[in-house]
Protein backbone atom coordinates (compact mmCIF):
# COMPACT_ATOMS: atom_id res chain seq x y z
CA UNK A 1 0.00 0.00 0.00
CA UNK A 2 1.69 3.33 -1.21
CA UNK A 3 2.40 5.81 1.72
CA UNK A 4 -0.09 8.83 1.54
CA UNK A 5 0.03 12.57 2.29
CA UNK A 6 -2.24 15.17 4.45
CA UNK A 7 -4.95 16.38 2.33
CA UNK A 8 -4.09 19.67 0.95
CA UNK A 9 -4.31 21.88 -2.06
CA UNK A 10 -6.41 21.45 -4.92
CA UNK A 11 -9.02 21.32 -2.35
CA UNK A 12 -12.67 20.70 -3.78
CA UNK A 13 -15.71 21.46 -1.30
CA UNK A 14 -18.15 20.13 -3.89
CA UNK A 15 -16.97 16.68 -5.24
CA UNK A 16 -20.08 15.28 -5.98
CA UNK A 17 -21.38 18.43 -8.17
CA UNK A 18 -22.22 18.76 -11.91
CA UNK A 19 -21.54 21.51 -13.94
CA UNK A 20 -24.21 21.69 -16.78
CA UNK A 21 -25.33 25.05 -18.54
CA UNK A 22 -28.44 22.30 -18.96
CA UNK A 23 -28.19 21.32 -15.10
CA UNK A 24 -31.39 22.08 -13.17
CA UNK A 25 -31.11 22.71 -9.38
CA UNK A 26 -31.98 19.47 -7.72
CA UNK A 27 -32.55 18.87 -3.66
CA UNK A 28 -32.35 15.38 -2.76
CA UNK A 29 -32.37 13.14 0.33
CA UNK A 30 -30.82 9.78 0.05
CA UNK A 31 -29.46 7.49 3.21
CA UNK A 32 -30.02 10.55 5.43
CA UNK A 33 -27.68 12.48 3.49
CA UNK A 34 -29.33 15.90 1.92
CA UNK A 35 -27.59 17.08 -1.59
CA UNK A 36 -28.13 20.22 -3.18
CA UNK A 37 -27.12 20.21 -6.84
CA UNK A 38 -25.67 17.29 -6.31
CA UNK A 39 -23.58 18.58 -3.75
CA UNK A 40 -23.53 17.26 -0.29
CA UNK A 41 -24.98 20.39 2.07
CA UNK A 42 -25.99 18.35 5.47
CA UNK A 43 -26.87 14.89 6.99
CA UNK A 44 -27.51 12.87 10.57
CA UNK A 45 -24.37 12.45 12.18
CA UNK A 46 -24.89 8.30 11.40
CA UNK A 47 -25.25 9.18 8.04
CA UNK A 48 -22.22 11.14 7.60
CA UNK A 49 -20.29 8.10 9.52
CA UNK A 50 -21.52 5.61 7.13
CA UNK A 51 -20.78 7.66 4.62
CA UNK A 52 -17.16 7.68 5.61
CA UNK A 53 -17.15 3.53 5.43
CA UNK A 54 -15.49 1.89 2.85
CA UNK A 55 -17.31 -1.07 0.81
CA UNK A 56 -15.97 -3.23 -1.44
CA UNK A 57 -17.53 -0.96 -4.49
CA UNK A 58 -16.91 2.51 -2.83
CA UNK A 59 -14.50 4.47 -1.13
CA UNK A 60 -15.22 7.71 0.47
CA UNK A 61 -14.12 11.07 -1.48
CA UNK A 62 -10.68 12.20 0.18
CA UNK A 63 -12.05 15.64 0.34
CA UNK A 64 -15.42 14.20 2.07
CA UNK A 65 -13.06 12.18 4.44
CA UNK A 66 -10.67 14.83 5.62
CA UNK A 67 -13.66 17.18 5.96
CA UNK A 68 -15.45 14.69 7.94
CA UNK A 69 -12.64 13.79 9.89
CA UNK A 70 -12.29 17.76 10.91
CA UNK A 71 -15.52 18.57 11.62
CA UNK A 72 -16.76 15.25 13.28
CA UNK A 73 -14.97 16.17 16.84
CA UNK A 74 -17.15 18.97 17.49
CA UNK A 75 -19.76 15.82 17.87
CA UNK A 76 -17.89 12.97 18.94
CA UNK A 77 -14.42 11.69 19.86
CA UNK A 78 -12.67 10.47 17.42
CA UNK A 79 -12.39 7.31 19.37
CA UNK A 80 -16.18 7.30 18.73
CA UNK A 81 -15.70 7.51 15.51
CA UNK A 82 -12.81 5.21 15.18
CA UNK A 83 -15.18 2.26 17.05
CA UNK A 84 -18.22 3.17 14.80
CA UNK A 85 -16.43 2.71 12.02
CA UNK A 86 -14.90 -0.46 12.72
CA UNK A 87 -17.80 -1.74 13.65
CA UNK A 88 -19.47 -0.85 9.94
CA UNK A 89 -16.46 -2.14 8.01
CA UNK A 90 -16.26 -5.44 9.88
CA UNK A 91 -19.18 -6.53 12.56
CA UNK A 92 -22.46 -4.99 11.09
CA UNK A 93 -22.49 -7.78 8.32
CA UNK A 94 -20.72 -10.85 9.83
CA UNK A 95 -21.94 -14.04 9.30
CA UNK A 96 -21.86 -17.17 11.56
CA UNK A 97 -19.47 -18.78 8.16
CA UNK A 98 -15.60 -18.40 9.23
CA UNK A 99 -14.76 -18.90 5.69
CA UNK A 100 -17.30 -15.89 4.37
CA UNK A 101 -15.79 -13.77 7.18
CA UNK A 102 -12.43 -13.71 6.02
CA UNK A 103 -13.15 -13.48 2.58
CA UNK A 104 -15.20 -10.17 3.06
CA UNK A 105 -11.97 -9.14 5.37
CA UNK A 106 -9.66 -10.07 2.43
CA UNK A 107 -12.06 -7.74 -0.50
CA UNK A 108 -12.39 -4.48 2.13
CA UNK A 109 -9.05 -4.64 3.75
CA UNK A 110 -7.21 -3.07 1.37
CA UNK A 111 -9.61 -0.25 1.83
CA UNK A 112 -9.89 -0.15 5.42
CA UNK A 113 -5.70 0.49 4.79
CA UNK A 114 -6.51 2.95 3.25
CA UNK A 115 -9.02 5.25 5.29
CA UNK A 116 -6.31 4.87 8.42
CA UNK A 117 -3.59 5.53 6.80
CA UNK A 118 -5.23 9.14 5.95
CA UNK A 119 -6.35 9.15 9.05
CA UNK A 120 -2.96 8.51 11.03
CA UNK A 121 -1.14 11.11 7.92
CA UNK A 122 -3.49 13.80 8.82
CA UNK A 123 -4.65 13.21 12.23
CA UNK A 124 -1.91 11.96 14.05
CA UNK A 125 -2.32 13.84 17.24
CA UNK A 126 -5.71 12.05 17.57
CA UNK A 127 -3.64 8.52 17.74
CA UNK A 128 -2.10 9.69 21.34
CA UNK A 129 -5.70 8.27 22.55
CA UNK A 130 -4.37 4.96 23.48
CA UNK A 131 -7.76 3.44 22.98
CA UNK A 132 -6.70 4.68 19.18
CA UNK A 133 -3.74 2.90 19.21
CA UNK A 134 -5.51 0.09 20.39
CA UNK A 135 -8.26 -0.20 18.07
CA UNK A 136 -5.08 -0.10 15.50
CA UNK A 137 -3.54 -2.85 17.17
CA UNK A 138 -6.87 -4.73 16.99
CA UNK A 139 -7.55 -4.12 12.95
CA UNK A 140 -3.98 -5.34 12.37
CA UNK A 141 -5.00 -8.83 14.27
CA UNK A 142 -8.06 -9.09 12.05
CA UNK A 143 -7.36 -8.17 8.95
CA UNK A 144 -4.63 -10.82 9.15
CA UNK A 145 -6.98 -13.32 9.51
CA UNK A 146 -7.92 -12.44 6.04
CA UNK A 147 -5.48 -10.57 4.10
CA UNK A 148 -1.55 -10.83 4.90
CA UNK A 149 -0.49 -7.61 2.96
CA UNK A 150 -3.33 -5.68 4.46
CA UNK A 151 -1.71 -6.73 7.94
CA UNK A 152 1.83 -5.51 6.55
CA UNK A 153 0.45 -2.00 5.60
CA UNK A 154 -0.95 -1.86 8.66
CA UNK A 155 2.16 -2.71 10.65
CA UNK A 156 3.77 -0.32 8.24
CA UNK A 157 1.16 2.56 8.17
CA UNK A 158 2.06 2.29 12.76
CA UNK A 159 5.42 2.49 12.02
CA UNK A 160 5.00 5.33 9.83
CA UNK A 161 2.78 7.03 13.08
CA UNK A 162 4.55 6.13 15.98
CA UNK A 163 7.79 7.84 14.32
CA UNK A 164 5.46 10.93 13.60
CA UNK A 165 4.34 10.68 16.94
CA UNK A 166 7.59 10.70 18.61
CA UNK A 167 8.94 13.53 16.54
CA UNK A 168 5.66 15.58 17.66
CA UNK A 169 6.72 14.80 20.74
CA UNK A 170 10.11 15.87 20.74
CA UNK A 171 9.43 18.73 19.48
CA UNK A 172 6.97 19.97 22.30
CA UNK A 173 9.14 18.90 24.73
CA UNK A 174 11.87 21.59 22.96
CA UNK A 175 8.93 24.32 23.26
CA UNK A 176 9.38 23.84 26.78
CA UNK A 177 12.81 23.74 27.77
CA UNK A 178 13.90 26.33 25.05
CA UNK A 179 12.11 29.20 26.99
CA UNK A 180 14.33 31.65 28.85
CA UNK A 181 14.84 30.68 32.26
CA UNK A 182 13.61 33.93 34.57
CA UNK A 183 16.95 34.04 36.50
CA UNK A 184 18.87 35.01 32.58
CA UNK A 185 16.14 38.24 32.64
CA UNK A 186 18.17 41.46 32.29
CA UNK A 187 15.86 44.32 33.67
CA UNK A 188 16.15 47.35 31.19
CA UNK A 189 18.42 49.26 34.00
CA UNK A 190 20.85 46.41 34.15
CA UNK A 191 21.08 46.00 30.26
CA UNK A 192 20.83 49.91 29.98
CA UNK A 193 24.16 49.78 32.31
CA UNK A 194 25.82 46.92 30.04
CA UNK A 195 24.44 47.91 26.51
CA UNK A 196 28.10 48.80 25.60
CA UNK A 197 28.91 45.08 26.43
CA UNK A 198 25.58 43.43 25.24
CA UNK A 199 25.20 41.26 22.39
CA UNK A 200 22.38 42.71 20.51
CA UNK A 201 21.13 41.02 16.96
CA UNK A 202 23.46 43.35 14.50
CA UNK A 203 26.23 41.97 16.20
CA UNK A 204 24.63 38.53 15.63
CA UNK A 205 23.45 38.95 12.06
CA UNK A 206 23.80 42.76 10.11
CA UNK A 207 22.39 40.95 7.13
CA UNK A 208 18.74 42.14 6.97
CA UNK A 209 17.71 39.10 3.84
CA UNK A 210 19.52 36.45 6.20
CA UNK A 211 17.87 37.65 9.55
CA UNK A 212 14.63 37.29 7.59
CA UNK A 213 15.60 33.90 6.27
CA UNK A 214 16.03 32.74 9.86
CA UNK A 215 12.27 33.89 10.77
CA UNK A 216 10.98 32.10 7.83
CA UNK A 217 12.98 28.72 9.10
CA UNK A 218 11.54 29.39 12.78
CA UNK A 219 7.89 30.24 10.96
CA UNK A 220 8.23 27.34 9.37
CA UNK A 221 9.06 24.74 11.17
CA UNK A 222 6.71 25.72 14.32
CA UNK A 223 4.04 26.00 11.22
CA UNK A 224 4.54 22.47 10.27
CA UNK A 225 3.89 21.38 13.63
CA UNK A 226 0.12 22.70 13.73
CA UNK A 227 -2.39 19.78 13.48
CA UNK A 228 -5.71 20.88 10.90
CA UNK A 229 -7.72 20.09 14.46
CA UNK A 230 -6.30 22.59 16.20
CA UNK A 231 -8.47 25.06 14.46
CA UNK A 232 -11.49 23.61 15.50
CA UNK A 233 -10.26 22.74 19.32
CA UNK A 234 -9.19 26.82 18.92
CA UNK A 235 -12.98 27.52 19.04
CA UNK A 236 -14.37 24.14 20.71
CA UNK A 237 -14.77 25.21 24.42
CA UNK A 238 -16.57 22.88 25.44
CA UNK A 239 -17.26 19.16 24.99
CA UNK A 240 -20.45 18.66 22.58
CA UNK A 241 -21.90 17.02 25.20
CA UNK A 242 -21.26 16.37 29.15
CA UNK A 243 -19.71 13.02 28.56
CA UNK A 244 -17.47 14.32 26.64
CA UNK A 245 -16.32 17.09 28.69
CA UNK A 246 -13.54 15.15 29.66
CA UNK A 247 -11.95 15.00 26.00
CA UNK A 248 -12.18 18.40 25.49
CA UNK A 249 -10.03 19.12 29.13
CA UNK A 250 -7.44 16.84 28.27
CA UNK A 251 -4.09 17.49 27.18
CA UNK A 252 -4.04 18.38 23.67
CA UNK A 253 -2.16 19.55 21.15
CA UNK A 254 -0.52 23.44 22.17
CA UNK A 255 1.37 23.81 18.98
CA UNK A 256 -0.91 26.49 17.55
CA UNK A 257 -0.99 28.68 21.07
CA UNK A 258 2.97 28.13 21.09
CA UNK A 259 2.96 29.96 17.49
CA UNK A 260 1.14 32.54 18.74
CA UNK A 261 3.40 32.82 21.05
CA UNK A 262 6.16 32.95 18.77
CA UNK A 263 4.65 35.85 17.22
CA UNK A 264 4.25 38.00 20.65
CA UNK A 265 8.02 36.87 21.66
CA UNK A 266 9.37 38.31 18.39
CA UNK A 267 7.62 41.30 18.84
CA UNK A 268 8.80 41.74 22.20
CA UNK A 269 12.51 41.26 20.93
CA UNK A 270 12.32 44.05 18.17
CA UNK A 271 11.04 46.38 20.71
CA UNK A 272 13.87 45.30 23.04
CA UNK A 273 16.36 45.51 20.82
CA UNK A 274 14.99 49.20 19.54
CA UNK A 275 15.01 50.40 23.24
CA UNK A 276 18.05 49.00 25.06
CA UNK A 277 21.31 50.80 23.01
CA UNK A 278 21.91 54.10 24.73
CA UNK A 279 23.04 56.39 21.92
CA UNK A 280 20.55 57.48 19.71
CA UNK A 281 22.55 56.69 16.48
CA UNK A 282 22.73 53.10 17.21
CA UNK A 283 18.98 52.64 18.09
CA UNK A 284 18.11 54.50 14.68
CA UNK A 285 20.18 51.87 13.09
CA UNK A 286 18.47 48.96 14.46
CA UNK A 287 15.56 50.46 13.57
CA UNK A 288 16.09 50.54 9.94
CA UNK A 289 17.56 47.41 10.05
CA UNK A 290 13.93 45.90 11.17
CA UNK A 291 12.30 48.19 8.70
CA UNK A 292 14.63 46.28 6.09
CA UNK A 293 14.20 42.55 7.60
CA UNK A 294 10.52 43.39 7.40
CA UNK A 295 10.36 44.07 3.53
CA UNK A 296 12.61 40.73 3.19
CA UNK A 297 9.95 38.77 5.28
CA UNK A 298 7.37 40.43 2.64
CA UNK A 299 8.81 39.40 -0.61
CA UNK A 300 9.78 35.93 0.76
CA UNK A 301 6.19 35.80 1.45
CA UNK A 302 6.33 35.76 5.26
CA UNK A 303 3.42 37.81 6.58
CA UNK A 304 3.50 36.39 10.02
CA UNK A 305 7.21 37.96 11.09
CA UNK A 306 6.70 40.97 9.18
CA UNK A 307 3.38 42.07 11.21
CA UNK A 308 5.68 41.06 14.28
CA UNK A 309 8.23 43.42 13.39
CA UNK A 310 5.64 45.93 12.60
CA UNK A 311 4.13 45.04 15.51
CA UNK A 312 7.01 45.67 17.90
CA UNK A 313 7.84 49.00 16.22
CA UNK A 314 4.58 49.81 16.86
CA UNK A 315 4.34 49.80 20.59
CA UNK A 316 4.15 52.90 22.77
CA UNK A 317 7.56 52.43 24.07
CA UNK A 318 9.15 52.44 20.87
CA UNK A 319 6.57 54.44 19.02
CA UNK A 320 7.37 57.42 21.39
CA UNK A 321 10.70 57.62 20.82
CA UNK A 322 10.17 60.47 18.61
CA UNK A 323 14.11 61.61 18.37
CA UNK A 324 15.31 58.12 17.63
CA UNK A 325 12.44 58.25 14.63
CA UNK A 326 13.73 61.43 13.62
CA UNK A 327 17.32 59.73 12.52
CA UNK A 328 15.14 56.76 10.22
CA UNK A 329 13.87 57.21 6.94
CA UNK A 330 10.32 56.17 7.36
CA UNK A 331 9.55 56.04 3.93
CA UNK A 332 9.68 52.43 3.69
CA UNK A 333 8.27 51.25 7.09
CA UNK A 334 4.75 53.04 5.87
CA UNK A 335 4.94 51.37 3.07
CA UNK A 336 4.63 48.25 4.64
CA UNK A 337 2.71 49.61 7.21
CA UNK A 338 -0.07 50.18 4.24
CA UNK A 339 0.68 46.85 3.37
CA UNK A 340 -0.53 45.32 6.59
CA UNK A 341 -3.22 48.25 7.41
CA UNK A 342 -6.20 46.60 8.99
CA UNK A 343 -8.97 48.79 7.08
CA UNK A 344 -11.25 47.23 5.12
CA UNK A 345 -10.94 43.85 6.98
CA UNK A 346 -6.92 44.01 6.03
CA UNK A 347 -7.91 44.68 2.16
CA UNK A 348 -4.08 45.15 1.20
CA UNK A 349 -2.94 42.31 3.21
CA UNK A 350 -4.85 40.06 1.93
CA UNK A 351 -4.75 40.77 -1.85
CA UNK A 352 -0.79 40.59 -1.41
CA UNK A 353 -1.35 36.91 0.39
CA UNK A 354 -3.72 36.10 -2.72
CA UNK A 355 -0.66 37.12 -5.49
CA UNK A 356 1.83 34.90 -2.48
CA UNK A 357 -1.04 31.88 -2.74
CA UNK A 358 -0.79 32.35 -6.92
CA UNK A 359 2.77 32.60 -7.02
CA UNK A 360 2.98 29.34 -5.01
CA UNK A 361 0.70 27.10 -7.38
CA UNK A 362 3.19 28.32 -10.33
CA UNK A 363 6.26 27.53 -8.27
CA UNK A 364 9.50 27.13 -10.11
CA UNK A 365 11.13 27.14 -7.14
CA UNK A 366 11.41 26.34 -3.27
CA UNK A 367 11.08 29.53 -2.43
CA UNK A 368 8.58 30.82 -4.01
CA UNK A 369 6.27 27.84 -2.82
CA UNK A 370 6.80 29.95 0.68
CA UNK A 371 3.68 31.70 2.13
CA UNK A 372 3.56 31.96 6.10
CA UNK A 373 0.01 33.93 6.57
CA UNK A 374 -0.51 36.54 9.32
CA UNK A 375 -1.59 33.73 11.81
CA UNK A 376 -3.59 35.65 14.23
CA UNK A 377 -6.05 36.57 11.04
CA UNK A 378 -6.20 33.79 9.98
CA UNK A 379 -7.28 31.79 13.05
CA UNK A 380 -9.87 35.11 13.30
CA UNK A 381 -11.53 34.07 9.81
CA UNK A 382 -11.86 30.49 10.84
CA UNK A 383 -13.64 31.89 14.28
CA UNK A 384 -15.76 34.12 12.72
CA UNK A 385 -16.78 31.06 10.33
CA UNK A 386 -17.66 28.90 13.23
CA UNK A 387 -19.48 31.85 14.98
CA UNK A 388 -21.29 33.22 11.42
CA UNK A 389 -22.97 29.44 10.81
CA UNK A 390 -24.69 26.96 12.74
CA UNK A 391 -23.38 23.44 13.02
CA UNK A 392 -26.13 21.77 13.38
CA UNK A 393 -29.23 22.25 11.33
CA UNK A 394 -32.95 22.78 12.90
CA UNK A 395 -33.90 19.20 11.86
CA UNK A 396 -31.27 17.91 13.64
CA UNK A 397 -28.80 17.30 10.72
CA UNK A 398 -25.02 18.57 10.82
CA UNK A 399 -24.79 21.14 8.30
CA UNK A 400 -22.15 20.12 6.24
CA UNK A 401 -22.04 23.46 3.78
CA UNK A 402 -20.18 25.14 6.35
CA UNK A 403 -17.72 22.24 7.03
CA UNK A 404 -16.60 22.29 3.39
CA UNK A 405 -15.83 25.76 3.84
CA UNK A 406 -13.82 25.45 6.78
CA UNK A 407 -11.96 22.16 5.26
CA UNK A 408 -11.52 24.59 2.62
CA UNK A 409 -9.84 27.08 4.43
CA UNK A 410 -7.69 24.92 6.74
CA UNK A 411 -6.37 22.41 3.87
CA UNK A 412 -5.00 25.25 2.24
CA UNK A 413 -3.23 26.44 5.65
CA UNK A 414 -2.09 22.56 5.19
CA UNK A 415 -0.83 23.25 1.69
CA UNK A 416 1.34 26.55 2.29
CA UNK A 417 2.62 24.12 5.81
CA UNK A 418 3.64 20.99 3.25
CA UNK A 419 6.62 23.91 1.62
CA UNK A 420 10.09 23.27 2.67
CA UNK A 421 12.06 25.92 3.44
CA UNK A 422 15.31 26.51 1.11
CA UNK A 423 17.56 28.72 3.09
CA UNK A 424 20.65 28.09 4.77
CA UNK A 425 20.81 27.63 8.76
CA UNK A 426 22.46 29.92 10.78
CA UNK A 427 22.49 28.36 13.98
CA UNK A 428 23.65 31.64 16.09
CA UNK A 429 21.32 33.73 14.67
CA UNK A 430 18.46 31.13 15.20
CA UNK A 431 19.42 30.56 18.91
CA UNK A 432 19.72 34.32 19.77
CA UNK A 433 15.66 35.06 17.89
CA UNK A 434 14.98 31.65 19.72
CA UNK A 435 16.48 32.44 23.03
CA UNK A 436 18.12 36.00 24.29
CA UNK A 437 15.92 37.61 27.01
CA UNK A 438 13.41 39.77 26.26
CA UNK A 439 12.15 43.00 28.32
CA UNK A 440 8.11 42.83 30.01
CA UNK A 441 6.15 45.49 29.59
CA UNK A 442 7.24 47.01 32.47
CA UNK A 443 10.98 46.69 31.90
CA UNK A 444 10.20 48.50 27.99
CA UNK A 445 8.39 51.36 29.68
CA UNK A 446 10.99 52.29 31.32
CA UNK A 447 13.96 51.27 28.91
CA UNK A 448 12.29 53.79 26.49
CA UNK A 449 12.21 56.44 29.44
CA UNK A 450 15.70 55.65 30.02
CA UNK A 451 16.54 56.27 26.34
CA UNK A 452 14.66 59.10 26.17
CA UNK A 453 13.46 60.97 29.13
CA UNK A 454 10.11 61.86 30.26
CA UNK A 455 8.13 64.64 28.31
CA UNK A 456 5.89 65.72 31.58
CA UNK A 457 4.81 65.34 35.21
CA UNK A 458 3.23 62.29 34.65
CA UNK A 459 5.97 60.54 32.73
CA UNK A 460 8.05 61.36 34.87
CA UNK A 461 6.00 59.93 37.95
CA UNK A 462 5.81 56.50 35.71
CA UNK A 463 9.40 56.06 35.78
CA UNK A 464 9.97 56.96 39.04
CA UNK A 465 7.79 54.03 40.11
CA UNK A 466 9.04 51.70 37.61
CA UNK A 467 12.06 52.22 38.74
CA UNK A 468 11.32 51.16 42.20
CA UNK A 469 9.23 48.52 41.57
CA UNK A 470 11.78 46.96 39.12
CA UNK A 471 14.37 47.15 42.00
CA UNK A 472 12.70 45.55 44.21
CA UNK A 473 11.74 42.44 42.10
Given amino acids: MPQTTPYAGKFSPNPYSK ?45 YIFTFLLSSRLFLHPYE ?27 IAPKIVQL ?24 THRLALGDELSRRAMQRMTQRLLRKLTTLGQYEESLVTSGTPATERLTAQKAKQQASRREDVLSVCSDPFILAQQLTHIEMERLSYIGPEEFVYAFALKGPQDNHKCFFNKRRPSNLEAYVDWFNRLSYLVATEICTPVKKKHRARILEFFIDVARECFNIGNFNSLMAIITGMNMCPVSRLKKTWSKVNTAKFDILEHQMDPSSNFYNYRTALRGATQRCLTAQTSREKIVIPFFSLF ?95
Fill in 81 to 107: VMSRVCYMCLEQHRTTDPQIDRRRIRE
Fill in 379 to 473: IKDIYFLNEGCVSRLPNGHINFEKFWELAKQVSEFLSWRLAACPFERDRKTLQYLISTPVFSDEELQLASYESEGPENHMERDTRRSLRSSLHRA
Fill in 116 to 139: LTEWTETFPYDFRDERMMRSIKDL
Fill in 19 to 63: TSAHYTPVETVYGGLCYHDNSLVSGSLEALIQHLVPTVDYFPDRS
